[in-house]
């Protein structure tokens, strides 16, 4: 089990940039599948992007070429790289984590609420 905090999160004009830290605590997540999901006002939460155990990423179809997942085993922290920002980018972003998992059971287990999660940070993109 790992305990997570989001950082990172602000207001930005849409075409710009952020990046979102997710730091881990009480274990290491260099066997973990982790992943950021975000939640929009009246919407349902939505997979963004994951990273396996095997560092294998995946993205949704609509943050593809603008988002770069990537994790930091060293100083064990998940970071998300989000350029070209989009106003439908705005939501609640949030980091969660599941030990020895890879490949779509990841993504899947991350998806239906598993795992340990963080309290969120919040992405405002205006136009």
């Known amino acids: 089990q790992v305990q997570l905090v989001e950082s990172g999160g602000g207001s930005v004009q849409a075409g710009g940039s952020l990046r979102l830290s997710c730091a881990a605590s009480?274990?290491?997540?260099?066997?973990?599948?982790m992943g950021w999901f975000r939640q929009a006002p009246g919407k349902g939460r939505e997979v963004v992007s994951t990273?396996?155990?095997?560092?294998?990423?995946k993205y949704t179809d609509s943050v593809k070429g603008r988002f770069t997942i990537s994790k930091d085993n060293a100083n064990n922290t998940l970071n998300l790289q989000m350029n070209s920002l989009k106003s439908e980018d705005t939501a609640m972003y949030y980091c969660?984590?599941?030990?020895?998992?890879?490949?779509?059971?990841?993504?899947?287990?991350?998806?239906?609420?598993?795992?340990?999660w963080g309290q969120g940070t919040q992405v405002t993109v205006s136009s």
């Open positions: 969660a984590a599941a030990e020895g998992l890879y490949g779509l059971r990841c993504l899947t287990t991350l998806a239906r609420g598993g795992g340990d």
């Open positions: 009480g274990d290491t997540i260099s066997t973990y599948c």
């Open positions: 990273i396996d155990r095997d560092g294998v990423t």
